[in-house]
Structure formats: C-alpha cells, structure tokens
C-alpha cells in the first residue's frame, strides 16, 4: 500500500514569491494536518483538515492557507515568503480527525534565497 | 499550554546497551502520545501510540510507558543497534484540540 506521498521532494524560491506543496494521504484516511519543521526543532502544528473543513489552525500568520479537496488530497499554499519560511513542511494522515494515530510523508525541503 | 520537553538532547552510546528516552509534559489532559522516528532530511515514522488510558506499548525492542499523572513517557530501546541512530520525537495530543504538539527530539548515535 502507498503512503503518504508529498511533492515536490525540494523546492528553492525567491523572498516575496508564492509556493505551492501537495500531499496525498494513505488511501482510506480523511484527515490531513501539516507541519513546519526547521532545522533542530520538533515540527509545528499549521493547519488541520478533516473531511475537507479546517478543523485546527497553529499559530502561523495568514500568509499560510490550505485546503483539501473531495479526494481528501491537500495543498498548503504560503504567500509572500520569507527566509524564516525555509524549512521542511511535513503532511500527515490519519483516518479520523482527533487523535488518530498519523502516518506522515516524506516532507518538502523549502529554501527561500 | 501544552509543552513537551525531551531529555536528553542527545545521546551516543556504544552498541548492545539498553537505553531510556525521556519525554515529559505539562497537560496531563491528553488523548495520546506517540513516538516517532525521524532520519536525517526525512520523514518521521511512527514507532509507537499510547492511547491515554494504557499504560505502555511494546513493538520488538521497543517499549514505550505512559505515566498521565506525573506528565511524563519513556521509551526503552533493548539491545541498541547501529542502525537504530536517528532523532527520536514524542508528541502529544491534547483532548480538546486538532494538533499534536511536538517536543524537540533526543538525537541517538549508536557506535558500532
């Protein structure tokens, strides 16, 4: 059985642009959350969403947005990046919402130069 | 607020030995806690979930315990490889809430 599957593996941006991550999740969950890990750090809670309505939202500012689409599929889409964005943004599923255990992908690489 | 903190930040012991990862937090409201794997660049894989109302979880050699009252999990790595260097993660997920929060991880170097 797949994992979860995220693209792009890497991906280097200038300050100022726009970015685009996908992620899939394991066939059968609903729930899809994203994190934000920079180097030495645990990861960080962004955005929760559970059949396709956001149901948890961390503490990041409103350049970060996502949704989730019918085939529970996700996108995290940040504008106006900072050098402060670069990091690895990891996406995890689980087959409910609250408290399932979760499955996380490989993660995207992000450097803003 | 919920906070995890995981001791010690690192660790380097030689293979063969048995080994305790401490993980402790400051709501003892939670729903879980699960442990997790994470290799250098990559992904985290999940080793193991407590459900707050168990006790512990063994997988191989792999036990992990959970303690809600006093706030703390330890996870107990038997007969230490090589190949089990990596940083170690827990995370919990407080009742109430949509995200699992993380602490900063224990980074295990096994020396053959």
């Known amino acids: 059985d797949a994992g979860v599957t995220q693209s792009p593996t890497h991906l280097i941006k200038t300050r100022g642009q726009q970015v685009t991550l996908r992620c899939s999740p394991i066939?059968?969950?609903?729930?899809v959350s994203w994190y934000q890990q920079v180097l030495g750090q645990g990861p960080q809670f962004i955005f929760q969403?559970?059949?396709?309505?956001?149901?948890g939202r961390g503490n990041f500012p409103d350049r970060f947005s996502a949704r989730q689409f019918p085939n529970y599929s996700s996108e995290l889409n940040v504008n106006a990046l900072l050098l402060g964005d670069s990091a690895l943004y990891l996406c995890?599923?689980?087959?409910?919402?609250?408290?399932?255990?979760?499955?996380f992908g490989p993660g995207t690489r992000l450097t803003v130069t | 607020k919920q906070e995890v903190t995981q001791i010690p930040a690192a660790l380097s012991v030689p293979e063969g030995e048995n080994l305790v990862l401490n993980c402790s937090f400051t709501?003892?409201?939670?729903?879980?806690l699960q442990w997790f794997r994470q290799d250098p660049g990559k992904g985290l894989t999940s080793l193991l979930l407590?459900?707050?109302?168990?006790r512990e979880q063994t997988s191989g050699r792999l036990n992990a315990s959970l303690d809600k009252s006093s706030g703390r999990s330890t996870l107990y790595i038997a007969a230490s490889q090589p190949g089990d260097s990596a940083t170690y993660l827990c995370?919990?997920?407080?009742?109430?809430?949509?995200?699992?929060?993380f602490g900063t991880g224990t980074r295990l170097k096994v020396l053959a």
């Open positions: 995890a599923s689980s087959s409910s919402g609250a408290g399932y255990e979760q499955y």
């Open positions: 066939s059968g969950h609903k729930s």
């Open positions: 969403y559970y059949e396709k309505e956001e149901r």
């Open positions: 709501d003892s409201a939670i729903y879980n």
């Open positions: 407590i459900q707050s109302s168990q």
């Open positions: 995370a919990v997920f407080t009742s109430g809430t949509y995200k699992y929060i």
